[in-house]
């Protein structure tokens, strides 16, 4: 099994930053082959932010946050982040980080293509 722990969301300003952290652990993480984000605001549907190999280059963002966010991978720390740049109230919701031990095929956009989540970390952008 996999476990994911958010951490490092709270309140910001528009246009202000913030870096959430996700710790993974558990015997079989090192054979995670995809993390990525997933957030869900009050009233939305569940909605992709980003995603990456997690040993590799290749990262995929949604267009709302392209540009704006990064996310990457420590390998020796086995944590994943999510750099959020030039924040909106927008992007208010609950982050959730995710991963899996099956490749999407392209699929990686889809909530589905993931079996391993995190509890959630509120991130909340005043206007």
């Known amino acids: 099994q996999v476990q994911l722990v958010e951490s490092g969301g709270g309140l910001v300003q528009a246009g202000g930053s913030l870096r959430l952290s996700c710790a993974a652990s558990g015997r079989t993480f090192s054979s995670v082959v995809m993390v990525g984000w997933f957030r869900q605001g009050p009233g939305k549907d569940r909605e992709f932010v980003a995603a990456?190999?997690?040993?590799?280059?290749?990262?995929y963002y949604a267009d709302s946050v392209k540009g704006r966010f990064t996310s990457s991978g420590d390998n020796a720390k086995n944590t994943v982040y999510l750099q959020m740049n030039s924040l909106k109230p927008e992007d208010t919701a609950v982050y959730y980080c995710?991963?899996?031990?099956?490749?999407?095929?392209?699929?990686?956009?889809?909530?589905?293509?993931?079996?391993?989540w995190g509890q959630g970390t509120q991130v909340t952008v005043s206007s």
């Open positions: 995710v991963g899996t031990l099956r490749y999407p095929d392209g699929r990686f956009s889809d909530h589905r293509s993931y079996e391993f």
């Open positions: 990456n190999r997690w040993r590799g280059a290749s990262t």
